[in-house]
């Protein structure tokens, strides 16, 4: 084989191994192809947030299930298995002397019970069965003692309610919890959708530089043949030179930027690879409209602030009921009825056990507390007040939000469509301009406003895709309704 053959085939060896090392390189590091819908829909289903959010929400299920069994009849089992007890204990001796005697015996018991809670009244009613047994081993005697079955009441008179007040304000704010989830997750979306944009800017200003350092390559090519000719200055020349390292070092920062980019969108959606990521630009329309009046129907039907305002109207009002029920005056009704029997076995206090009977009402009125009840009465109404005109600035405030987000929607579509345009006709011009620098009918300084007018509006193209993908993620966080199905948002 000759020399010449021989390099042929070495030569292609190598480029064999170089395209193999490539393909290799391929098919380690992927591209990720992925849209602004895709993204949230990671975000929504995978991100820490999302599932910070799902654990917020179950915790408040189960906060609000353990409230609801506060109001559920209640039984419980207790005693005391065994009582053993063997001591002295001091005895007073009828002369006045103590006297230290043996005491060897076992005190058992067990009581059955049931309660219920009446949310009405603030009352529980109870009832009950119970078992005792006494041994007394230094006299071998045993005795029984129980109460087959009893029933009773305990009202409070005159006294606040709190049962009544917290079924109320806690169903609102469990009402309140779970339109909450789906702000967050509405709100995963606003998160996303500006993790998204951050990268896609990054991209297109990677994209634009590279551009700009090859297009400037070639003009500076073109440039230094007519400099041979005498056709451009020396200045023009090493204004190019300068334009050339702009490029190239703005290709250096858009590479960097788009690193930090790709690195914190990959964190928030909860993505675990290597793969680079290729972002397509979002669609600059959605079919949908969005009338104000609708807008601000949904969001006081579905937002929790909205529950939240009557939430708090509530709580002041149950404020006011409790200075006004803790007046000092308390008085409890305590009614018990059963029946009762003792023996020396256990079926001897089934046997016609006698009836028992509680009837009685503890009362406590203050005679002097200078003005004291007055004072809280007063203090509750008036934060009762403050809340009032509190809750409705906040009202107002948020339905001048919802009207300006509508108005913004609104706006953002107009931008959308003038930046669409004015990027189109900065596109045409750099073109022309470009053709007239190589032709010699243009200067170097119109060329270069060319380019960064071109740059410029490609830039602000995606600053008002952005913006329009804001306001529309904005909108469906803060009315809870999706324009495009016309459907409240659920979860």
Same mark, same amino acid.
């Given at each position: 084989m000759s020399i010449k053959y021989m390099f042929f085939f070495l030569a292609a060896l190598l480029i064999q191994a170089s395209l193999s090392i490539e393909l290799v390189r391929a098919q380690v590091v992927d591209t990720l192809k992925l849209q602004l819908k895709e993204v949230v829909a990671m975000a929504k289903a995978q991100s820490i947030a999302s599932k910070q959010a799902a654990t917020l929400k179950e915790t408040r299920y189960w906060e609000w299930m353990t409230f609801k069994s506060?109001?559920?009849?209640?039984?419980?089992?207790?005693?005391?298995?065994?009582?053993? /007890?063997?001591?002295?204990?001091?005895?007073?001796?009828?002369?006045?002397?103590?006297?230290?005697? /043996?005491?060897?015996?076992?005190? &058992?018991?067990?009581?059955? &019970?049931?309660?219920?809670?009446?949310?009405?009244?603030?009352?529980?009613?109870?009832?009950?069965?119970?078992?005792?047994?006494?041994?007394?081993?230094?006299?071998?005697?045993?005795?029984?003692?129980?109460?087959?079955?009893?029933?009773?009441?305990?009202?409070?008179?005159?006294?606040?309610?709190?049962?009544?007040?917290?079924?109320?304000?806690?169903?609102?704010?469990?009402?309140?919890? $779970?339109?909450?989830?789906?702000?967050? %997750?509405?709100?995963?979306?606003?998160?996303?959708?500006?993790?998204?944009?951050?990268?896609?800017?990054?991209?297109?200003?990677?994209?634009?530089?590279?551009?700009?350092?090859?297009?400037?390559?070639?003009?500076?090519?073109?440039?230094?043949?007519?400099f041979e000719m005498g056709k451009v200055s020396k200045n023009e020349i090493l204004q190019l030179e300068l334009e050339a390292l702009k490029a190239e070092k703005a290709v250096g920062v858009a590479k960097r930027d788009m690193e930090v980019a790709t690195y914190n969108l990959k964190a928030y959606i909860g993505l675990q690879n290597n793969d680079k990521i290729k972002l397509s630009l979002p669609e600059s329309t959605v079919d949908m409209k969005v009338v104000t009046d609708k807008a601000l129907t949904e969001a006081f039907q579905n937002r929790s602030d909205a529950i939240a305002f009557g939430r708090r109207l509530?709580?002041?009002?149950?404020?006011?009921?409790?200075?006004?029920?803790?007046?000092g005056v308390n008085a409890t009704l305590n009614a018990n009825l059963g029946f009762a029997r003792s023996g020396t076995s256990i079926g001897s206090?089934?046997?016609?056990?006698?009836?028992?009977?509680?009837?009685?009402?503890?009362?406590?009125?203050?005679?002097?507390?200078?003005?004291? $009840?007055?004072?809280?009465?007063?203090?509750? %109404?008036?934060?009762? $007040?403050?809340?009032?005109?509190?809750?409705?600035?906040?009202?107002?405030?948020?339905?001048?939000?919802?009207?300006?987000?509508v108005n913004l929607f609104e706006m953002m579509k107009g931008q959308l469509v003038l930046n669409t345009r004015a990027e189109q006709i900065a596109s045409e011009k750099y073109l022309i301009a470009k053709e007239r620098y190589v032709l010699g009918n243009l200067s170097i300084t119109d060329l270069s406003i060319a380019f960064q007018e071109n740059d410029q509006a490609k830039r602000d193209y995606i600053y008002s895709l952005r913006d329009f993908w804001g306001a529309y993620y904005q909108l469906r966080y803060l009315s809870l309704f999706d324009f495009e199905k016309n459907e409240k948002i659920k979860l």
């Open positions: 506060n109001y559920q009849p209640q039984l419980s089992l207790k005693g005391i298995l065994p009582g053993y /007890s063997k001591s002295s204990i001091s005895v007073q001796q009828p002369d006045g002397t103590i006297d230290f005697r /043996s005491v060897h015996n076992n005190n &058992s018991s067990l009581d059955l &019970s049931f309660s219920q809670r009446i949310s009405q009244t603030g009352g529980t009613v109870y009832g009950s069965t119970s078992l005792q047994r006494f041994d007394d081993f230094d006299r071998k005697n045993t005795l029984y003692n129980g109460v087959p079955y009893g029933v009773g009441l305990i009202q409070p008179l005159f006294q606040f309610n709190a049962l009544k007040w917290d079924r109320k304000i806690e169903a609102l704010k469990y009402n309140e919890s $779970q339109q909450a989830y789906i702000e967050a %997750m509405e709100q995963i979306s606003i998160n996303a959708s500006t993790y998204f944009f951050a990268l896609l800017l990054a991209q297109v200003d990677l994209q634009i530089a590279e551009t700009n350092l090859t297009n400037t390559n070639s003009i500076q090519k073109i440039a230094d043949t007519k509530e709580e002041a009002k149950r404020d006011v009921a409790r200075a006004k029920g803790d007046n206090v089934y046997q016609h056990p006698r009836d028992q009977q509680l009837l009685e009402l503890a009362i406590e009125i203050p005679i002097l507390d200078w003005g004291r $009840q007055k004072s809280r009465k007063k203090t509750a %109404m008036a934060n009762q $007040q403050f809340t009032q005109y509190a809750v409705a600035q906040d009202q107002q405030n948020f339905t001048q939000k919802i009207i300006t987000e």
